[in-house]
């Protein structure tokens, strides 16, 4: 079967650096995306990887290594409005996406 | 441009009753989804148009769910009839059909089962 895993809950400070790991099963890849969703909002689109590598975007980085099924996201200088859901999704080899559960992130001052 | 635009934005509703929801995609987004999303999990595909078309709804329970795509550009969902498991928060997203555009998501619907 199709698999993403992310951790349930991370707590990290105001102004510090957090990483968000996602590990996926798929049958395929075409692709991994990440999602940032506020409590009662829609997801927002944050970064697509495809190849190995670093991609970055501001104060938040994507990393991607297809030969390990792994990712993260990397948020730095850390602020309150960042306090979200983030979700991992991956496009499998008949381009669907599989969603995992996602990440709840809760910053403290 | 204009985000993708959902109705109502919250129902209650009892079981057994219906309920149906509504979707405008941004405009020119061949491809247009529907999810259900229940508190703490991931989006779960309930459907996938490509234009007019059914690309995916290998998750829709077809036993009580419905949706089309008239024209190839709105798009209502329906439940008929409503049980209480239905109770989450409904999805529309499009995007333009490309692998790897990210898709657009509306404000969602918040349905309540009672």
């Known amino acids: 079967g199709q698999n993403i895993d992310q951790p349930t809950e991370m707590t990290a400070t105001e102004g510090a650096i957090v990483q968000i790991n996602c590990t996926y099963q798929?049958?395929?890849?075409?692709?991994l995306f990440w999602y940032q969703q506020h409590a009662g909002e829609a997801p927002t689109f944050l970064s697509y990887n495809v190849l190995d590598g670093l991609e970055e975007k501001g104060r938040f980085s994507s990393f991607l290594s297809r030969s390990k099924g792994y990712s993260y996201l990397l948020l730095k200088e850390l602020q309150m409005k960042d306090s979200a859901s983030y979700l991992c999704?991956?496009?499998?080899?008949?381009?669907?996406?599989?969603w995992g559960a996602g990440t709840k992130l809760i910053i403290k001052p | 441009e204009a985000g993708v635009a959902q109705s109502p934005r919250y129902k209650i509703i009892e079981k057994r009753q219906s309920v149906a929801f509504w979707c405008n995609p941004i405009?020119?987004?061949?491809?247009l989804y529907w999810y259900q999303q229940i508190l703490g999990q991931g989006p779960k595909l309930l459907i996938q148009f490509q234009n007019n078309g059914v690309v995916d709804d290998s998750q829709l329970p077809k036993d009580r769910f419905s949706a089309e795509r008239l024209k190839g550009v709105d798009s209502t969902l329906k439940i008929q009839p409503a049980k209480l498991e239905d109770s989450a928060v409904y999805l529309c997203a499009s995007s333009l059909g490309v692998s790897n555009s990210p898709l657009h998501f509306g404000n969602g619907t918040r349905l309540t089962v009672t």
């Open positions: 798929t049958s395929g890849f075409n692709g």
């Open positions: 999704a991956v496009l499998d080899s008949n381009y669907q996406l599989i």
């Open positions: 405009s020119g987004h061949a491809t």
